[in-house]
Protein backbone atom coordinates (compact mmCIF):
# COMPACT_ATOMS: atom_id res chain seq x y z
CA UNK A 1 0.00 0.00 0.00
CA UNK A 2 1.31 3.34 -1.16
CA UNK A 3 2.02 5.87 1.71
CA UNK A 4 -0.24 8.53 3.16
CA UNK A 5 -0.08 12.17 1.95
CA UNK A 6 -1.82 14.62 3.38
CA UNK A 7 -3.98 16.72 1.28
CA UNK A 8 -2.11 19.68 -0.45
CA UNK A 9 1.06 17.80 -0.09
CA UNK A 10 1.89 18.11 -3.93
CA UNK A 11 1.65 21.72 -3.52
CA UNK A 12 4.20 21.43 -0.54
CA UNK A 13 6.50 18.85 -2.63
CA UNK A 14 6.35 21.41 -5.69
CA UNK A 15 7.80 24.91 -3.45
CA UNK A 16 10.09 22.10 -1.50
CA UNK A 17 11.70 20.92 -4.42
CA UNK A 18 12.04 24.77 -5.79
CA UNK A 19 13.08 26.41 -2.86
CA UNK A 20 14.79 23.79 -0.68
CA UNK A 21 16.29 20.90 -3.16
CA UNK A 22 18.36 19.45 -0.35
CA UNK A 23 15.75 18.16 1.77
CA UNK A 24 13.89 16.01 -1.34
CA UNK A 25 15.10 13.29 0.17
CA UNK A 26 13.58 13.29 3.28
CA UNK A 27 11.27 10.63 4.35
CA UNK A 28 7.88 12.62 4.83
CA UNK A 29 6.44 15.88 4.37
CA UNK A 30 5.96 17.10 8.27
CA UNK A 31 9.37 16.08 8.77
CA UNK A 32 9.93 19.21 6.13
CA UNK A 33 7.58 21.64 7.34
CA UNK A 34 9.10 23.21 10.86
CA UNK A 35 12.45 23.43 8.67
CA UNK A 36 10.18 25.34 5.99
CA UNK A 37 8.46 27.24 8.48
CA UNK A 38 11.40 28.08 10.50
CA UNK A 39 13.17 29.62 7.30
CA UNK A 40 9.60 31.60 6.65
CA UNK A 41 9.89 33.41 9.97
CA UNK A 42 13.56 33.97 9.48
CA UNK A 43 12.33 35.81 6.54
CA UNK A 44 10.04 37.44 8.08
CA UNK A 45 12.18 38.71 10.34
CA UNK A 46 14.55 40.06 7.41
CA UNK A 47 11.89 42.00 5.96
CA UNK A 48 10.24 43.58 9.38
CA UNK A 49 13.62 45.26 10.54
CA UNK A 50 14.76 45.95 6.89
CA UNK A 51 11.20 47.90 6.60
CA UNK A 52 11.44 49.58 9.60
CA UNK A 53 15.58 50.86 8.58
CA UNK A 54 14.42 52.15 5.55
CA UNK A 55 11.48 53.62 6.18
CA UNK A 56 12.75 55.18 9.26
CA UNK A 57 15.89 56.35 6.54
CA UNK A 58 12.50 57.70 4.35
CA UNK A 59 10.79 59.81 6.96
CA UNK A 60 14.35 61.13 7.94
CA UNK A 61 14.41 62.67 4.15
CA UNK A 62 10.95 63.93 3.77
CA UNK A 63 10.76 65.65 7.50
CA UNK A 64 14.35 66.11 8.70
CA UNK A 65 16.79 64.39 10.72
CA UNK A 66 15.83 64.93 14.27
CA UNK A 67 15.69 62.69 17.60
CA UNK A 68 11.63 63.36 17.40
CA UNK A 69 11.33 61.66 14.43
CA UNK A 70 13.37 58.74 15.01
CA UNK A 71 11.66 58.24 18.14
CA UNK A 72 8.17 58.93 16.62
CA UNK A 73 9.61 56.59 14.21
CA UNK A 74 10.50 53.82 16.80
CA UNK A 75 7.28 54.48 19.43
CA UNK A 76 4.69 54.41 15.97
CA UNK A 77 6.29 51.16 15.49
CA UNK A 78 6.15 49.29 18.81
CA UNK A 79 2.81 50.60 19.47
CA UNK A 80 1.63 48.44 16.07
CA UNK A 81 3.54 45.45 17.19
CA UNK A 82 2.31 45.42 20.45
CA UNK A 83 -1.68 46.39 18.84
CA UNK A 84 -1.22 43.74 16.52
CA UNK A 85 0.01 40.52 18.57
CA UNK A 86 -2.52 41.25 21.32
CA UNK A 87 -5.32 41.59 18.30
CA UNK A 88 -3.70 38.36 16.44
CA UNK A 89 -3.74 36.65 19.79
CA UNK A 90 -7.66 36.84 20.37
CA UNK A 91 -8.23 35.27 17.33
CA UNK A 92 -9.41 31.39 17.06
CA UNK A 93 -8.19 29.95 14.01
CA UNK A 94 -6.98 26.39 12.92
CA UNK A 95 -3.02 26.11 11.82
CA UNK A 96 -4.09 25.88 8.05
CA UNK A 97 -6.51 29.27 8.57
CA UNK A 98 -3.44 31.15 10.39
CA UNK A 99 -0.92 30.17 7.59
CA UNK A 100 -3.51 31.90 5.22
CA UNK A 101 -3.53 34.82 7.22
CA UNK A 102 -0.15 35.01 7.89
CA UNK A 103 0.29 35.00 4.07
CA UNK A 104 -2.02 37.68 3.61
CA UNK A 105 -0.80 39.85 5.89
CA UNK A 106 3.26 39.23 4.03
CA UNK A 107 1.34 40.21 1.20
CA UNK A 108 -0.64 43.24 2.59
CA UNK A 109 3.11 44.57 4.06
CA UNK A 110 4.61 43.86 0.88
CA UNK A 111 2.14 45.96 -1.15
CA UNK A 112 1.46 48.83 1.15
CA UNK A 113 5.82 48.93 1.12
CA UNK A 114 5.72 49.64 -2.97
CA UNK A 115 3.00 52.43 -2.40
CA UNK A 116 4.96 54.14 0.27
CA UNK A 117 7.35 55.93 -1.99
CA UNK A 118 4.70 57.11 -4.16
CA UNK A 119 2.21 58.65 -1.48
CA UNK A 120 4.56 59.71 0.98
CA UNK A 121 5.72 63.16 -1.10
CA UNK A 122 1.99 64.11 -1.25
CA UNK A 123 1.91 63.74 2.66
CA UNK A 124 5.08 65.91 3.11
CA UNK A 125 3.74 68.05 0.42
CA UNK A 126 0.38 68.12 2.59
CA UNK A 127 2.19 68.97 6.19
CA UNK A 128 4.33 72.10 4.75
CA UNK A 129 0.84 73.36 3.78
CA UNK A 130 -0.97 72.45 6.79
CA UNK A 131 1.79 73.45 9.17
CA UNK A 132 4.59 75.15 8.01
CA UNK A 133 5.62 78.35 9.14
CA UNK A 134 3.40 77.53 12.38
CA UNK A 135 5.86 76.94 14.74
CA UNK A 136 8.34 74.09 15.65
CA UNK A 137 5.86 72.84 18.69
CA UNK A 138 3.36 72.43 15.82
CA UNK A 139 5.74 70.75 13.07
CA UNK A 140 7.05 68.06 15.96
CA UNK A 141 3.12 67.19 16.68
CA UNK A 142 1.94 67.34 12.60
CA UNK A 143 5.31 64.84 12.30
CA UNK A 144 4.41 62.69 14.92
CA UNK A 145 1.11 62.16 13.91
CA UNK A 146 1.70 61.47 10.12
CA UNK A 147 4.28 58.89 11.46
CA UNK A 148 1.65 57.30 13.44
CA UNK A 149 -0.55 56.95 10.69
CA UNK A 150 2.24 55.85 7.75
CA UNK A 151 3.78 53.41 10.53
CA UNK A 152 1.44 52.04 12.63
CA UNK A 153 -0.74 50.02 9.84
CA UNK A 154 1.69 48.28 8.66
CA UNK A 155 3.94 47.11 12.17
CA UNK A 156 0.17 46.08 13.20
CA UNK A 157 -0.39 43.59 10.69
CA UNK A 158 3.70 42.44 11.66
CA UNK A 159 2.40 42.50 15.04
CA UNK A 160 -0.42 40.16 14.09
CA UNK A 161 1.57 37.79 12.14
CA UNK A 162 3.50 36.27 15.37
CA UNK A 163 0.47 34.94 17.14
CA UNK A 164 -0.50 33.70 13.82
CA UNK A 165 2.66 32.19 12.92
CA UNK A 166 2.80 30.37 16.48
CA UNK A 167 -0.66 28.80 15.64
CA UNK A 168 0.65 27.45 12.50
CA UNK A 169 3.75 26.11 14.55
CA UNK A 170 1.60 23.89 17.14
CA UNK A 171 0.74 21.42 15.34
CA UNK A 172 4.49 20.65 14.37
CA UNK A 173 5.89 20.67 18.07
CA UNK A 174 7.58 23.78 17.28
CA UNK A 175 8.39 25.90 20.37
CA UNK A 176 7.96 29.59 21.34
CA UNK A 177 11.81 30.07 21.88
CA UNK A 178 12.81 28.44 18.33
CA UNK A 179 10.07 30.72 16.58
CA UNK A 180 11.62 33.63 18.25
CA UNK A 181 14.79 32.89 17.85
CA UNK A 182 14.23 32.38 14.24
CA UNK A 183 12.29 35.81 13.92
CA UNK A 184 15.26 37.37 15.75
CA UNK A 185 18.13 36.33 13.57
CA UNK A 186 16.58 37.30 10.05
CA UNK A 187 15.60 40.86 12.66
CA UNK A 188 19.37 40.98 13.12
CA UNK A 189 20.41 40.56 9.44
CA UNK A 190 17.29 42.86 8.33
CA UNK A 191 18.79 45.73 10.41
CA UNK A 192 22.47 45.72 8.45
CA UNK A 193 20.71 44.64 5.34
CA UNK A 194 19.99 48.13 4.36
CA UNK A 195 23.77 49.25 4.77
CA UNK A 196 24.19 47.20 1.73
CA UNK A 197 21.18 47.93 -0.60
CA UNK A 198 21.00 51.99 0.34
CA UNK A 199 24.30 52.81 -1.32
CA UNK A 200 23.71 50.40 -4.33
CA UNK A 201 20.04 50.88 -5.00
CA UNK A 202 18.91 54.01 -3.24
CA UNK A 203 15.99 53.76 -0.32
CA UNK A 204 13.29 53.87 -3.06
CA UNK A 205 14.67 50.31 -5.35
CA UNK A 206 15.66 48.97 -1.72
CA UNK A 207 11.73 49.01 -0.36
CA UNK A 208 10.89 48.08 -3.23
CA UNK A 209 13.58 45.03 -3.25
CA UNK A 210 12.44 43.74 0.49
CA UNK A 211 8.80 44.38 -0.89
CA UNK A 212 9.40 42.02 -3.61
CA UNK A 213 11.27 39.64 -0.86
CA UNK A 214 8.01 39.82 1.32
CA UNK A 215 5.88 38.78 -1.79
CA UNK A 216 7.76 35.72 -2.07
CA UNK A 217 7.07 34.86 1.61
CA UNK A 218 3.67 35.54 1.49
CA UNK A 219 3.39 33.10 -1.68
CA UNK A 220 5.48 30.14 0.42
CA UNK A 221 3.06 30.42 3.18
CA UNK A 222 0.31 30.78 0.91
CA UNK A 223 1.50 27.12 -0.80
CA UNK A 224 1.77 25.61 3.10
Known sequence: MPPHRSPGSGHIDAVT???????????????????ILLSLYVGTGVTALAYEVLWTRMLSLLFGISIFGVVFTVTAFMIGLGAGSLLGAHRKL??????????????????YAVLMPVYMPWLDQWLVFAVGGTGLFAWYTAEGLAVSLVLMLPATAMGMAFPFALRAAKPL?????????ANALGGAFGAALPLLLLPWLGWKMSVWLVAGFGGFLACLAYWL
Open 173 to 181: HLKLGSMYG
Open 17 to 35: ALIFPFLISADSVNRRLPV
Open 94 to 111: SASRAMSWLALLEAGIAV
